[in-house]
């Protein structure tokens, strides 16, 4: 994409969010920065929107080498998954098994641009700034909570890939901000998502209240055995029964 068409796509995202998605408390997003940089969700959500409304579907690599020409030490975009869960954009995941989504893991399309990602909670935010993240890190003495590898060093299992730590997100129900994030490497985010609720020593404490969360209940219950799931259908009863 070139700078016009950036610009226009970007103009046709604001109108839409304008008459229709700012009504679902979904939050505009910004071209550029204080310094006159595009911002990465930006750019990403200028790559889905291409054609629109006749979108395509577009891998994470894809997305990651287009990203890549404005930020050009940018390892693994993550703003794809940030703009639907968190954001409120309608883009599905092949990765993350969107119910509907027919498309392969690794890759993304936005449905559109008038109706909110269908599990949206208008309370949660994008992100936060970096210069908190980066002081969050500190504390953590750049470590991943969960499994512990350190940041720009070679993952403590995976020797292969190289740690960076991203914005993980303790308890999906509620906002992506300081204090209830935790530092994690990109191996124990990528996987988990928003099926687990974390504490700050980046243990699992609970399945999370979200879709993630419900597929890993079903999961388990096909799993268990007979009397493991008849205890939980007399509990299931007597608790909806309250």
């Known amino acids: 994409m070139n700078q016009e068409e950036i610009f226009k796509t970007f103009e046709l995202i604001v109108e839409y969010h304008e008459k229709y998605l700012k009504g679902y408390g979904v ?6 920065d204080s310094k006159g940089n595009y911002t990465k969700d930006a750019l990403v959500l200028v790559y889905l929107a291409q054609n629109y409304p006749n979108t395509r579907v577009i891998s994470k690599a894809e997305l990651t080498e287009f990203v890549r020409q ?8 993550q703003q ?20 509907g989504a027919k498309i392969p893991a690794g890759f993304y399309q936005l449905v559109d641009l008038t109706t909110p990602y269908p599990s949206f909670k208008p309370d949660r935010r994008s992100g936060i700034e970096s210069a908190s993240f980066e002081e969050l ?9 969960t499994c512990g590898s350190v940041e720009g060093q070679p993952h ?10 991203q914005e993980g997100h303790m308890n999906p129900a509620l906002p992506l901000e300081i204090g209830n994030i935790i530092p994690q490497c990109q191996v124990c985010n990528r996987p988990d998502r928003d099926r687990w609720i974390y504490d700050k020593t980046g243990r699992v ?14 999961k388990y219950l096909k799993k268990v055995s007979q009397s493991t799931k008849e205890y939980f259908f007399e509990f299931l009863k007597k608790l909806l029964r309250q």
Do not use: M, W
């Open 27 to 32: 939050k505009s997003i910004k071209l550029k």
């Open 70 to 77: 404005f930020y050009p030490n940018v390892s693994d975009v």
């Open 80 to 99: 794809a998954r940030h703009l639907s869960k968190q954001g409120g954009f309608n883009i599905i995941s092949g990765t993350r098994g969107d119910i």
């Open 137 to 145: 890190k500190k504390e953590y003495d750049y470590r991943c909570a």
């Open 156 to 165: 403590n299992i995976r020797k292969n890939e190289v740690i960076q730590l």
């Open 205 to 218: 404490i609970a399945v999370a209240d979200s879709d993630d969360g419900k597929r890993v209940v079903e």
